[in-house]
């Protein structure tokens, strides 16, 4: 080691702080300069701590496990009657959904209806829930000889995560669609307006660019829309509810983004928008893909949006009673 | 502080390995704190939780224990949580090293004031920080982001920071205590 004086010392610690923060406003230019640098990093670091975080997760499983077992001894009876009555009503719905599957197959086949690709998923845990302030985002633990890409589509049990930004040997990142830079062609489903599903880091994303003169009814379902080929129509992604302190309506979703464990990525083959990145890099492709977003524009058209909006709805339509492909366990499986 | 001056017996290799441990644990403890707060808690607010706890670290060790907490090492432990997180390039850096840079001005007076001073200071520093990452995000990104997330850091800070040092100041005088080893 080499020896200084004192004085020299003093001086190279008195310099070490002024020159780190120069270095960290480097890295934020570097960052703007190189976008894949952060990301490489980022991605290098998931992969390495993707094991500790499974570690980690399974305690919290198991904890988490014994409280939804104890909250389920205490509400045993109630939610047993409950069950009782919804299994009755569901009944009904049974068979109203078994009539309404072969009329649908009669008119497909009327129809010579060609039939949407089925879609490959992979199911992965999620091991770490990461983001920040201005971020929502979520890291999976995946094996090392996936086949996951950039764009892919994340559902939980009951509903749309959000798309995989970021990719690495053994994790990969999806963004979720309460994160800010969220942007999800959506399409009403009983009135089969079409909307942009606009997040903003809160529980409930908000419904934007709605055509005009269009209010969606509290609790109505809310879909994906297959335009700009980024999804495929029909996923469920929510229902509309509205609060006091806005007037545009919020988005509850089916998805338990607070709490997800297993997320599953379809590959849907569609190579639409990219998914964004994350807040503070290319905001020209944000930007851009903004611009190309279905309805960016508040002022379009209305006429043409009427007739497409009717065209798109039966085909949707045609589609989204085919659906449940993701819930469905006849999906192959990659 | 070595209040016991005197000749004494050169220390042993496990005294010099207890001595560097407990020199190393803030950061150690610092670091880890990040990992956990990102594994899938569900805790509400943990998002926010996780840049107030290494800003709680670095502000609380600058103070009491600046060996323990060099300007490399803020540097480092705000180069995890930006990638452990998705925050643009840079910007949890330049708040932690800032942060540090205020501590170790005022440390000369502020130790030797009372808690609540303490914590005064530290409200004031953590809503210069959800500021200046407000300000950063929205000019990296080049568009307005709202304001609130910022807001509820502030307040969770504001909040949570007696709860952390209490945890601290036990560690401070134990586990990273090195006059003990």
Redesign the interface.
């Known amino acids: 080691m080499i020896r200084l004086s004192i004085q020299a010392r003093q001086a190279l610690a008195r310099l070490t702080l002024p020159l780190l923060i120069a270095a960290s406003f480097g890295l934020m230019l570097l960052g703007r300069a190189d976008v894949g640098l952060i990301e490489r990093g980022r991605v290098a670091l998931s992969d390495a701590l993707a094991p500790l975080f499974g570690l980690l997760s399974a305690p919290l499983d198991s904890i988490r496990g014994l409280s939804s077992d104890l909250h389920d001894v205490v509400a045993l009876r109630a939610e047993a009657e409950a069950l009782r009555e919804e299994n009755v009503r569901l009944r009904h719905w049974y068979a109203v959904a078994l009539a309404l599957d072969a009329e649908n197959g009669e008119l497909k086949a009327d129809l010579h209806w060609i039939p949407d690709p089925a879609a490959s998923y992979v199911t992965a845990r999620v091991v770490a829930d990461t983001g920040g302030v201005y971020a929502r985002s979520v890291l999976l633990s995946v094996g090392p000889n996936h086949a996951i890409r950039r764009g892919e589509i994340a559902l939980d049990a009951a509903g749309l995560v959000g798309r995989v930004t970021e990719i690495g040997r053994r994790s990969a990142r999806v963004l979720l669609i309460t994160d800010m830079n969220s942007r999800i062609p959506v399409t009403l489903q009983s009135s089969r307006a079409r909307a942009l599903l606009v997040g903003d880091n809160s529980a409930e994303p908000r419904l934007d660019y709605l055509p005009d003169g269009v209010r969606p009814a509290e609790g109505e379902r809310v879909v994906t829309s297959a335009e700009a080929n980024a999804f495929p129509a029909g996923l469920p992604v929510g229902e509309v509810h509205y609060v006091a302190s806005s007037p545009l309506p919020e988005v509850e979703p089916f998805a338990n983004l607070e709490r997800l464990e297993l997320v599953r990525i379809f590959d849907y083959g569609l190579n639409g928008i990219e998914p964004p990145e994350a807040p503070g890099r290319s905001a020209a492709t944000l930007q851009s893909g903004a611009e190309r977003q279905p309805g960016a524009q508040p002022g379009a058209d209305a006429h043409a949006a009427a007739a497409g909006r009717a065209s798109i709805g039966h085909a949707s339509m045609g589609h989204a009673a085919e659906e449940p492909q993701p819930a469905s366990p006849a999906a192959p499986s990659r | 502080m070595d209040r016991t001056p005197g000749i004494r017996p050169r220390p042993g290799l496990w005294q010099r390995l207890d001595a560097a441990s407990r020199v190393g644990f803030p950061a150690v403890l610092a670091a880890l704190g990040l ?2 707060l ?5 805790l509400p607010g ?3 939780l ?2 107030t706890w290494v800003l709680a670290c670095v502000f609380f060790w600058s103070l009491f224990r600046p060996n323990s907490m ?3 090492v ?2 480092l432990l ?1 180069l ?1 949580a ?10 949890p ?2 708040i932690l ?2 942060t ?2 205020l501590a ?1 001005r005022w440390r000369r007076t502020l130790t030797r004031q009372s808690f609540a001073r303490v914590w005064l200071v530290f409200i004031l520093i953590a809503a210069g920080a959800a500021l200046l ?2 300000a ?2 929205c000019l ?4 307005l ?2 304001a609130w ?2 807001l ?2 502030f307040l969770l800070a504001t909040g949570i920071y007696p709860a952390l040092s209490m945890l601290l100041i036990r560690a401070h005088r134990g586990l990273a205590a090195p006059e003990q080893a």
């Open positions: 990992i956990f990102s594994a899938p808690l569900g943990q998002a926010e996780q840049p060099p300007p490399v803020v540097f705000g995890l930006n990638l452990l997180g998705l925050a643009p390039p840079g910007v850096i330049v090293l800032a540090q840079g170790l990452e407000w950063l995000t990296l990104a080049w568009r982001y709202p997330p910022g509820l850091e």
